[in-house]
């Protein structure tokens, strides 16, 4: 039996943008400028059917978009057709990184673990990745009872990165995730009431 192939997601296809077939897509990778020399990929169309073969004719980026141009795909009509579809690659041909690099699709569904608490519980699964500019990424971590937590995914705190064994061991400040929790409703409402009028 033959392992079953990983795909990544590049693009999701938005709606046609032209009259030619044209498709404008919201970007799915960190790296946008592969677009200038991806020329053959796959649609994956979900509903359990294997990613299609693709050609990529032309595609540029407009507005933190991206639009795609399909060899065979020249009217709205038939661009129209693809709404939805993502635009997937084979996992091998991903963009090598850094040795303190990891794609946030690699993290999706990794157990967080904190070493600095008996017994080392899980303290969720990582459901999203709130990417930062200036400060450290935040792990979103979903409990077994359903409760959010928002972990920074800072090097200070990390101590292991176990892809393979889909685990990732931090060794976390006392107090952080009751820092770090995300408003409840009524936390939301009374800092609504409490922000000064313009």
Known sequence: MTEAKQWVSVARLVRPQGR???VLAEILTDFPERFRELREAFLDRGKHALPLPITI???WL???RVVLKFANVD???AAEELRGAEVVIPAEQRIALGPDEVFIGDLIGCRVVDLNQPDHPAIGAIRDVIQQ???ADMLVVTGSDGAEHWVP?????LVRLDLPGRCVEMKLPAGLLEVNAPLNE????AQKEEAPLE
């Open 20 to 22: 030619r077939g044209e």
């Open 57 to 59: 004719e032309q595609s």
């Open 62 to 64: 407009h507005k933190g």
């Open 75 to 77: 009217s709205i009509a």
């Open 133 to 135: 500019e200036k400060t």
């Open 153 to 157: 995914f800072a090097r200070a705190y």
């Open 186 to 189: 009524e936390e939301r409402r």
